[in-house]
């Protein structure tokens, strides 16, 4: 089944504890992408990535990495977490760079206390 | 930049009453433009898109959304509500010289009365 995973799909954590959270596509996507939604902002990006090695920022970066040693796999990392990084969490994939409809994940709700 | 309003950040129908989202964007070049649907606790599905061609678009469970160039706008309809429609409705614009970044309207919640 052709499919984005994220894991985890909720976690806490405490302020200041580097966490990654998960993100792979098994449909040879070449676009993959991260964004948080919040509630009556809709979602905004974070960052991107064109391909393997290819990655830029969103709309709302700071605070977050991102890696893509590999095509399936796009890691989103918090390097030290506030609780304004509070949130729900989606990766999406696309096989196209311009015009293609995504592929969500499941989603990953994070609270930072 | 572009941008995206979504009037109504919830609406409520009667089921088998008509379906009307409303979604008006700026980009400063003719813009790609999408419907997500997400469902509680679940990821986003596309609905429907526009790239190129045809102003009428038609996606999945019914839905149907004009592009109107002169309005700036991607309106989201459906002519019988459904219990199972309920769930909040995303409009989203992508620039097609700007990568595949989607822009996202703050979203819809859509209510369907019994």
């Known amino acids: 089944e052709a499919q984005v995973t994220q894991n985890p799909r909720y976690l806490i954590t405490v302020t200041g504890k580097k966490l990654t959270v998960t993100c792979s596509q098994n449909?040879?996507?070449?676009?993959m992408s991260w964004y948080r939604q919040d509630p009556g902002l809709g979602l905004r990006q974070i960052y991107y990535s064109m391909n393997v090695e290819v990655t830029d920022k969103g709309d709302v970066p700071e605070g977050y990495k991102v890696s893509r040693k590999e095509k399936r796999n796009f890691p989103l990392i918090l390097e030290s977490p506030s609780p304004n990084q509070t949130s729900l969490y989606f990766c999406a994939s696309s096989f196209r760079a311009v015009g293609g409809g995504y592929t969500f994940g499941s989603g990953t709700r994070l609270t930072v206390v | 930049a572009q941008s995206v309003t979504q009037l109504g950040s919830h609406v409520s129908v009667s089921e088998g009453a008509l379906v009307l989202l409303r979604c008006n964007y700026s980009s400063s070049v003719p813009p790609y433009l999408f419907w997500y649907v997400q469902y509680p606790n679940q990821g986003l599905q596309l609905l429907l898109k526009?790239?190129?061609?045809?102003?009428l678009v038609k996606g999945i469970n019914g839905f149907e959304a004009e592009f109107k160039k002169s309005e700036t706008s991607f309106h989201l309809t459906k002519p019988s509500a459904h219990m199972s429609d309920a769930a909040e409705y995303f409009c989203?614009?992508?620039?097609?010289?700007?990568?595949?970044?989607?822009?996202f309207g703050g979203g819809t919640r859509l209510m369907v009365k019994p």
């Open positions: 526009y790239t190129t061609g045809a102003t």
């Open positions: 989203a614009v992508s620039d097609p010289s700007a990568g595949n970044m989607l822009t």
């Open positions: 449909m040879n996507h070449e676009y």
